[in-house]
């Protein structure tokens, strides 16, 4: 199903919708400031095993990064010191990935092959409301293209052309980025740059 959600004012109504589809374990297609992402609950092993398939990966050994309504929701799933929070206040919301050390409120998926995750707090009202009315973070993996010029599709009609029988929604909310998010790693106490994407840090 592709569903169009106005992305600086969602529709309340198809948000839950959304919201449900989470709930009973589905897989969504959604916008955040970079690129579209596939995601689902990440509490909801069979469907994060369900976002790993469709990337054909193994769920252990899958990358995910997870998106966040605000810092203190962040405080939740990582150990956030005082020098990585005054760094992330600066920076987020925004089109940054903070690799931070996890807490123990991780999901098992996490623990099972890292002990750190990669934590995103997109400058995109679709993807933090999803978050605040489902009440658990989303996981986050960006939609590749087959392109060989463009790595990432922008057009969510294409996307849902592409995943409709993948996934349970495609949210359309507008055209995406084709640039990911700039990556800091900040698991040793010191910010490394790891990927500079469309993001450029605030010191």
């Known amino acids: 199903m592709l569903l169009n959600i106005h992305p600086e004012n969602p529709d309340e109504k198809r948000m839950l919708q959304v919201v449900d589809v989470l709930r009973s374990g589905g897989v969504i297609i959604y916008p955040t400031d970079t690129v ?3 995601g689902c609950d990440v509490n909801n092993v069979k469907a994060v095993a369900r976002v790993a398939h469709i990337k054909g990966l193994k ?6 990064s997870i998106i966040c309504y605000d810092l203190s929701h962040i405080a939740e799933y990582a150990r956030v010191n005082t020098p990585e929070y005054k760094m992330m206040k600066k920076n987020l ?4 990935t903070f690799i931070l050390n996890g807490s123990s409120a991780l999901p098992k998926i996490f623990k099972s ?3 750190e995750v990669g934590i995103r707090i997109p400058d995109n009202n679709i993807a933090r409301q999803l978050v605040q009315m489902l009440g658990n973070p989303l996981i986050a993996t960006s939609v590749h293209d087959d392109d060989e010029v463009l790595e990432y599709t922008t057009d969510p009609e294409l996307i849902h052309e592409k995943y409709e029988k993948l996934v349970d929604i495609v949210i359309n909310g507008g055209y995406g980025n084709n640039e990911a998010s700039t990556i800091i790693d900040y ?9 500079q994407g469309i993001g450029d840090l605030v010191y």
Do not use: C, D, H, Q
């Not at 698991?187 to 990927?195: A, I, K």
């Open 113 to 115: 092959n890292k002990k």
């Open 187 to 195: 698991t040793s106490g010191e910010p490394e740059l790891v990927r």
């Open 59 to 64: 769920p252990e050994k899958a990358n995910f």
């Open 93 to 96: 919301p925004g089109p940054f």
């Open 36 to 38: 579209y992402s596939i």
